[in-house]
């Protein structure tokens, strides 16, 4: 069984910055692709970050430049750093780890509010 627990979720002001946590519970997490998705009210869920096995990253354009995901595979554990933070990127955040082409394990789910 494989769990993944979310955490570092909040309320931030514009400009300001947040870093969210997923720890991988079981599985192989060394082979795992990890992934950070966001939903916000409205519009359909979109895949934020990625970083593979091997340590290549890909990000979605509307936070190219401003978010970082990084893996540590003795801590099980993947972050997403999020600076200079838009009211845009207030959504729900979740976490997900990737096998081979399976998707299967989700975190809970973690708000993100960004407001003045």
């Known amino acids: 069984q494989v769990q993944l627990e979310e955490s570092g979720g909040g309320l931030v002001q514009p400009g300001g910055s947040l870093r969210l946590y997923c720890a991988v519970l079981?599985?192989?997490?060394?082979?795992?692709?990890m992934r950070w998705y966001r939903q916000a009210p409205g519009k359909q869920r979109e895949l934020v970050a990625e970083i593979t096995s091997d340590g290549h990253t890909d990000y979605a354009d509307s936070v190219q430049s401003r978010f970082s995901i990084h893996r540590n595979n003795n801590r099980r554990t993947t972050l997403l750093q999020m600076d200079k933070l838009k009211p845009e990127d207030t959504a729900v955040y979740y976490c997900?780890?990737?096998?081979?082409?399976?998707?299967?394990?989700w975190g809970q789910g973690t708000q993100v509010t960004v407001s003045s």
């Open positions: 997900n780890r990737c096998d081979g082409g399976s998707c299967p394990d």
């Open positions: 079981g599985g192989d997490f060394s082979i795992s692709t």
